[in-house]
């Protein structure tokens, strides 16, 4: 039964989402969560499942089919349809007028305590921003551009929270009947008009992930704890050098070191090095391994 080693890690994500699903709805008494909840759930385990079982050079295919599977849903169908707005303004306006939703739980699973576990794995298979860009052909960064530019993430962030905080606390502003989803449109088109310009001049798929995504402040607070983040085990490290091309800069020294090999771009260091290099599998990316799950082959490899 080996074939079924690689279908663990899959399985672990569906039922950490139908668990939640079934405990959300006996909490509130709504059946929606059993809809949503199971719905993603199933969605991220068919999208890593098909990861792991494709071959390598078949596996975007997967990661992006996950991608569209939830990306269209949230924006789609509960933006459009059921008018949630789950951008970081929607969110905002949520919390400061004290109103609890669909955001809410969104961000506490996908951004804020989930990253604990699987760190910014909303980045790699299911953000909406994410599936556009990821189609543009520029996914093999150069690396950052060196100077304050990492910043602006930070300025945006800012910029967001005194924009609602103003608008709810100076100006009694609420948004009210058909409010979100315009709030919801200006916040995605705005992102799509930055983003894609953004990576056709840096070339670079995932420039506004980088250097202006401001929900990436958020997720950073939590992936940094990751249970699911890999780390370089030294000893098995055959100097293979595999991984000195991929543009992170410091993987390298962080396998060797036994150190966290951090996210970027929205996706694992290893993921880039599997797309990249075609015999890693035996060489650099042994030398890595999961904190939380070591016997569970994670979508990694
Ligand atoms: S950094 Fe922002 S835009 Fe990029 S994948 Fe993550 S949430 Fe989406």
Redesign the pocket.
């Known amino acids: 039964m080996s074939w079924l080693r690689p279908l663990q890690f899959p399985a672990v994500i569906f039922l950490i989402f139908w668990t939640l699903a079934f405990v959300l709805w006996r909490k509130t008494g709504n059946p929606f969560f059993i809809f949503d909840m199971g719905y993603i759930g199933t969605s991220l385990g068919v999208g890593i499942g098909l990861y792991q079982l494709l071959p390598r050079h078949k596996r975007p295919v997967a990661r992006r089919l996950a991608q569209f599977l939830v990306g269209v849903y949230m924006v789609g169908f509960l933006g459009l349809i059921v008018l949630q707005n789950m951008q970081l303004e929607g969110l905002l306006f949520y919390l400061f007028t004290g109103i609890f939703s669909g955001a809410i739980i969104h961000y506490s699973i996908a951004k804020l305590f989930g990253p604990l576990i699987f760190g ?1 794995g ?3 298979w299911a ?1 909406w ?2 599936m556009i860009i990821d189609l543009l052909p520029y996914d093999r960064s150069g690396g950052w551009i060196p100077g304050p530019w990492r910043w602006l993430r930070y300025a945006h962030f800012l910029l967001s929270v005194a924009l609602v905080a103003a608008l709810v606390f100076f100006f009694a502003y609420r948004p009210q009947h058909w409010t979100p989803l315009w709030w919801l449109l200006a916040g995605n088109l705005f ?1 799509y008009a930055a ?1 894609i310009p953004m990576a056709i001049v840096l070339k670079d798929n ?1 420039a ?2 980088k250097y202006l ?1 401001p ?2 402040v958020l ?1 950073r607070l939590g992936s940094r704890f990751s249970l699911l983040k890999m780390n370089g085990v030294s000893e098995r490290c055959d100097s293979c050098m595999a991984c000195v091309n991929v543009p992170d800069g410091h993987l390298h020294s962080r396998l060797r070191e036994g150190r966290p090999a951090g996210a970027f771009d ?1 996706m694992h260091p290893v993921q880039h090095l599997c797309q990249r290099v075609p015999d890693v599998g035996t060489s650099g990316l042994m030398g890595t391994r999961c904190r939380l799950a070591r016997k569970i082959a994670p979508p990694f490899g």
């Open positions: 910014r909303f980045c790699g953000c921003t994410a992102y983003a995932r506004f992930c995504c929900v990436a997720m929205g």
